[in-house]
């Protein structure tokens, strides 16, 4: 099933003669499959397709939206082992992670399917008429959420499946009405050719128009440019580096017309630990980090790459607890070569400046794409002078920085640059004595957790994965959850506009019970006439 | 009351040599006050202020900032006739018009004290835990908006009470919790700094953080572009031309940390007038658009400047009934000489494209700074490849475009611009013969106008003030109507925090007894432990 070309909406093409095969880490081998880039013509093709079928797409009803999201979800479960051989293939992970990711995937696009089936979500508003209203009759108007054009979705290197072909930015896209583009991550490209193939055939058989969805392949960055370029693209979604997702933002920026790129980028994770927490329970947290910032060789975009604290004893003894747990655990492999190279290269920019300790290091050979586990501390005044250390390392890397005091500690947080999480470890009651550093925390972090590990994002509505740059571009907005719908919506109003032209949302019959404000008022009723 | 100097939150300042004075277009002639430009310090002093007083403003509660809003409304109810011949003495607008946009004003900041002393837009949405979940347990995680950081406002030349100091995009700021710092329109500064007076007055009185709010003078561009580019603003509304916007948003785009820049731009609003109607209706439709071109001489971002219709006897009788009604209208005044030169150049540029033809020209000498009118008219296919025609010419101005067919008429519309509006002119379920018009024309624009007018935006939840670009920078957002405070706002989660430590929003207690989403469910109620 996988057929190494790209899908131009249900077509098929490889009219291009760049080529390029996917990498098995674990294997350390090249995969056979040979998949070919898109041309300028297929990626201009497939754009155009994607814009006239906006035109059908955009106004198609949410049952039928629910149902082609559903469709997508059974093709995925169709593909069966196929798809769980070929991701490992392309990843070095292993089966159990790629079964808990497809089960991730296939219940982010049913819970944006009930969302779409349900109905609520366009945040239907109404005022009604009063004509008679002095100095001036007041208009009906009626607003709600609509799709805003075709969008450009580059997955994510760390997760093939929940955030890349049909992933959270897919499935948050075709819900609110908007076609999609894949340019599908040259990594596991065989990964998405079969996730495509899954969209492809659910459209199909659901009755989508032809263009709703594309895949494009590409090894280099000219294919994502000319997407993001394209006049009749109208929003960009990206999971991966500041320095990729930075220049599609700004590619973006330069358009005649600019717009949206909704990236999520890197992040350190700072996660403080208060004293008496310290003192209390070094051993049990250094066990707990020891498995956070090793958990999928460290590549996730929550790892825990920065611990914060007060100098102590109980800081000294934590440090060799971590060093002595984490150098315990087994090394695992990296998603490829490249990611393994960049591993080892900003590890050693970072151990490379002054004043920086090597505490663990996992030092007997490791398999080649395999990661050795570091740990490195710094104190809190080096910290603040150089921003090369608040380089995020990708992998199964954490630095403890030693600080001096209370003020010195949030004078480092408050200096951080824009992180996803920040994360606080206190006794009982202890967080209460720190008010200025929670504040200067939630200031810089899109979620703040309490005696936990920043690892592990619950997709549920109430997540915020997003935050200040350079953590995502637009901290306004959620990559995970039912209201990263938001990213691919404008309001719109209709003013005086007759009943049964309206969509079904706003119209007075209220046909779908849906919940609606009506003149201020929360409510699923009709209008009565 | 005027001071002609800075507000650097609470204090005066005036520590710069570059100074210079509104006019008085009615009169022609300067007025007296000399406002002195903000400095580099002054702004570095402010925006610091600013940034200081986030840390407490940010946290305050909904009650004391609606006694905030509700007292700058006072404030400004208090500046009584000073206020209004200040307005008209800076804008040639007449007295009634100050007075409705000084209610309009006092509307919006009342409107928003409601929204945030109730307290349930910040959509709070809580997940509770399931310790005991298979495979792994769910954390309690609880969303909520939370304001973004100081936000620099641009005020609008042809708004200088409701957009401008103490407008829309000042009130949704401080609404939801951001510092706000405006860069006064030159054009009216002697509004701006009794406004600003009320607001520093008002933040006194109800014991708000020094730096809550800051007004800047400056004639130039400096003073704005040192706002938008320092590291401490979070975020920028402005309303104004293109070319004023897309600067401000390309110097955010380009800083280390870009910003979200809500700019509210250019629009032509275009008026699609269907066959049957202007058989039936040409004269009285003619009339009622004489009077939409003319209204507040022209210079309303909604004015009617494009009327699209297909070629007919009737609409050669349109034409010329609209340009015998609009010529009885009187000439009146513009906002400022530079806006007057501004009519004249745009008007003249577009004159002087091929094949466009004067039919309306109020041909009598007009005082000085004011606008006569004009209609032009000119084929379908010669607007379709010329895009200078599509420039919108601020003041009482329109063009017709006579369409061929409906075909050509729907390739207009899919090929202009982005627009704030577009009006459709409509026998009685005429409209329903042309879907493929009505859904290009929705893809341009933000609001759809059913057999009325554009000019008048009702300010209310349902209103969309904004659309695709150039009409607004980002049409996902609404400038005008309490959504707006959407802007300024980014969700935000704490996962597992302690009850006591979270927002009152968020607490179990419930205490406000605001709407929250709770495990999916919209409640009111508490949690129960």
Redesign the interface.
């Known amino acids: 099933m996988t057929t190494g070309k790209n899908y131009i909406g249900n077509q098929v093409s490889a009219k291009g003669n760049r080529t390029f095969k996917t990498f098995n880490p674990e294997l350390d081998q090249e995969n056979e499959t040979v998949f070919t880039e898109a041309t300028k013509e297929e990626i201009d093709e497939a754009v155009n397709l994607a814009s006239q079928a906006f035109?059908e797409f955009s106004?198609i009803s949410g049952t039928k939206k629910a149902e082609f999201l559903n469709t997508i979800a059974d093709e995925i479960v169709a593909l069966d082992d196929t798809l769980i051989q070929m991701y490992c293939s392309e990843t070095g992970l292993p089966e159990g992670r790629a079964k808990g990711e497809r089960g991730r995937t296939i219940g982010q696009l049913r819970s944006f399917a009930n969302l779409v089936a349900e109905g609520s979500w366009v945040e239907a508003?109404?005022?009604t008429a009063q004509p008679t209203r002095e100095p001036?009759p007041?208009?009906d108007?009626?607003?709600m959420l609509?799709p805003?054009?075709p969008v450009v979705v580059f997955g994510a290197s760390n997760f093939p499946l929940a955030y890349s072909t049909a992933g959270g930015d897919t499935a948050a896209a075709l819900a609110s009405g908007c076609p999609v583009l894949v340019k599908s991550h040259p990594m596991h490209a065989g990964t998405g050719d079969l996730v495509a193939s899954a969209i492809v055939k659910a459209a199909q058989k659901t009755g989508m128009p032809n263009g709703v969805f594309s895949n494009l392949n590409s090894s280099g960055i000219e294919v994502g440019q000319q997407l993001v370029s394209h006049p009749k693209v109208k929003a960009v979604g990206f999971t991966g580096s500041i320095k990729g997702g930075r220049a599609l933002?700004?590619l973006a920026?330069k358009r005649d017309?600019?717009?949206?790129v909704f990236a999520e980028m890197g992040s350190i994770n700072p996660v403080v630990i208060l004293p008496k927490a310290l003192e209390n329970r070094h051993q049990e947290i250094a066990k707990t980090y020891a498995n956070s910032i090793t958990l999928g060789t460290g590549q996730f975009c929550t790892n825990p790459g920065l611990l914060l604290a007060i100098k102590s004893d109980s800081l000294t003894n934590f440090i060799k607890n971590l060093s002595e747990e984490i150098i315990k655990i087994n090394p695992s492999c990296m998603l490829h070569p490249n990611i393994k190279k960049g591993y080892i290269t900003n590890k050693e920019k970072v151990i490379s400046q002054e004043n920086v300790s090597v505490v663990a290091n996992f030092s007997s050979e490791v398999q080649n794409n395999y990661a050795a586990q570091t740990v490195v501390t710094v104190e809190g005044k080096e910290f603040l002078k150089n921003s090369t250390l608040h380089l995020e390392v990708f992998g199964p890397f954490s630095m403890v920085v030693q600080c001096e005091n209370k003020s010195e500690l949030e004078m480092i947080i408050a200096n951080l640059e824009?992180q996803l999480t920040g994360t606080v470890i206190s006794d009982t009651d202890e967080?209460?004595e720190y008010p200025t550093v929670?504040?200067a925390l939630?200031?810089r972090v899109?979620?703040?957790?309490?005696?936990?590990v920043p690892t592990?994002v619950?997709v549920?509505?109430?997540?915020?994965h997003?935050g200040?740059?350079?953590a995502s571009?637009?901290?306004?907005?959620?990559a995970v959850g039912i209201?990263s719908i938001?990213?691919w919506?404008?309001?719109?109003?209709?003013?005086?506009?007759?009943n049964?032209?309206l969509p079904k949302e706003l119209q007075n019959e209220n046909s779908m019970a849906i919940?609606r404000?009506i003149d201020?008022v929360?409510t699923n009723e009709k209008i009565n006439e």
Chains 1, 2 share one sequence.
């Open positions: 035109k106004t508003t109404i005022d001036l007041k208009s108007i009626r607003k609509i805003i054009g933002y700004d920026a017309e600019p717009i949206p824009g967080v209460s929670i504040s939630q200031n899109g979620r703040i957790i309490f005696n936990g592990g619950e549920c509505e109430s997540m915020v997003g200040p740059y350079p571009t637009d901290s306004r907005f959620t209201n938001k990213r919506v404008r309001p719109f109003s209709y003013q005086d506009w007759p049964n032209l919940f404000t201020g929360k």
